[in-house]
């Protein structure tokens, strides 16, 4: 059975930074592109990063909004992927889900079919 | 970026009668190989969101069959044949043949 579960959810002021954590199990991690998506409160979903898997060489993907300030990283030894946010701002404020984007470049049935519970970020001072 | 827009916003219905959701997508999802990357998520109150849908029609497992989705180009349909209490939520679709990845806004569906 496909897990994934996020911590390090927390309140932080503006300016500040945070470390998001998503260990995964049930599923072959290290080939699997993932991806984190966040929603802000009584928001739609909005993808803030998605980092590649390792056999297609792991590069991150970054949308405007969060490109410069958000660092995607996995470690694939430990089944776990994480996000560096830094300068968070109030906009920055909702769930953050750990996703798998999909299980392999060639995955035909691929782009999120499986979520954690998500960790909730608040950014306020 | 291939924007989607969902409709309607709120769809309002009675328990064991049939809704319809409605996604429109800016340009064809159609890709080069004729697949069609667009899939559909229920997220219910307080829950993460879960897929249902993949590549138009294809349900996920564990998904009841009264959930299903068709769809061609930029119009696509998930249709519920009969609503029940479970069901209710928003709804997206969300499509990935153009990068990046794009979600539609979301259909909030509610009891009567």
């Known amino acids: 059975e496909v897990q994934l579960a996020e911590s390090g959810g927390d309140l932080v002021r503006p300016g500040g930074s945070l470390r998001l954590s998503c260990v995964a199990s049930?599923?072959?991690?290290?080939?699997?592109?993932m991806s984190w998506v966040r929603q802000a409160p009584g928001r739609g979903l909005e993808w803030v990063a998605i980092?590649?898997?390792?056999?297609?060489?792991?590069?991150?993907h970054y949308p405007d909004p969060v490109r410069g300030r958000f660092i995607v990283s996995r470690d694939d030894s430990q089944n776990t992927l994480y996000l560096q946010m830094n300068s968070l701002k109030t906009e920055d404020t909702g769930v953050y889900y750990c996703?798998?984007?999909?299980?392999?470049?060639?995955?035909?049935?691929?782009?999120?079919?499986?979520w954690g519970q998500g960790a909730l970020v608040t950014v306020s001072s | 970026d291939v924007v989607m827009t969902q409709s309607p916003l709120s769809l309002p219905v009675t328990l064991g009668q049939p809704a319809s959701i409605s996604c429109r997508s800016s340009?064809?999802?159609?890709?080069?190989?004729?697949?069609?990357?667009l899939n559909w998520f229920q997220q219910r109150p307080g829950q993460s969101p879960r897929r249902l849908i993949y590549?138009?029609?294809n349900r996920d497992f564990g998904v009841p069959d009264r959930f299903s989705g068709s769809g061609s180009g930029t119009d696509f349909t998930l249709k519920i044949s009969r609503v029940e209490a479970e069901d209710v939520g928003v709804y997206y679709c969300?499509?990935?043949?153009?990068?990046?990845?794009?979600f539609g806004g979301g259909t909030k569906v509610e009891i009567k």
């Open positions: 996703a798998i984007y999909k299980s392999d470049r060639y995955d035909s049935r691929p782009y999120l079919p499986n």
């Open positions: 049930g599923f072959a991690f290290s080939s699997a592109w």
């Open positions: 980092v590649e898997g390792d056999a297609d060489g792991g590069t991150a």
């Open positions: 340009q064809s999802l159609v890709d080069s190989n004729g697949h069609i990357f």
């Open positions: 590549k138009v029609s």
């Open positions: 969300v499509q990935g043949t153009h990068w990046p990845l794009t």
